[in-house]
């Protein structure tokens, strides 16, 4: 008699889409913000969460770069826990999340951390040139964000209040407040954000 069993890659597969969903909420990002972020369509998005699509190689390696995560956060098979630190190796540098300020101009970011399945805070590091700014595009969302200036002064609104923020300063605000931020001097601003979502 033909033995038929559920192939050993199956439960893998399977698990896929779930972990993508569940990874995209962790981030409070909708599925066509996650689509434009890893520059796929929101209809393989939906089909790869929903499991009516196995996605290619090349798929899961850009959802996988969207969400911050390793390829093999989403084929794991092996039930062990994830560990409890996660270590970015400076060659290895994170991009800036797309939605953290997608109107910003004359600004360059790169990303230091990334949200986790354990953590929920993400790091930006920053260099915004004379005449930089977040634009006009500024998404309000539950949750918080730090500011470390390092060199030059980056001028902050938050809530109809302006804060001067020189080298060595912080400011600390909630992100479902109206909040913008400039660089008036002639001097390049270098900054750390530190993002904690609602």
Known sequence: MLNVSTPTWEPIVDAIGP????????LGLSLQQLAVRADVSAAAVHKV???DMVPTITTLLKLAGALGQPVSAFVDDTGAEPPAAVH???????????????GALGVRAE??????????????????EPGGSSGDTRPRRPGEELVLVHEGVLTVEVAGETYEVEAGDTVHYPTDRGH??????DTAVHATWVILRG
């Open 19 to 26: 972990k993508v969903r569940a990874a995209r909420s962790r």
């Open 180 to 185: 913008a931020w400039h660089n008036a001097g």
């Open 111 to 128: 990303g230091r951390a990334a949200p986790s399945d354990a953590l929920r805070a993400a790091a930006v590091d920053v260099v915004v």
């Open 88 to 102: 970015v190796k400076a060659k290895d540098r994170l991009p800036a999340p797309r939605d953290w300020v997608p």
């Open 49 to 51: 969460e929903r499991g």
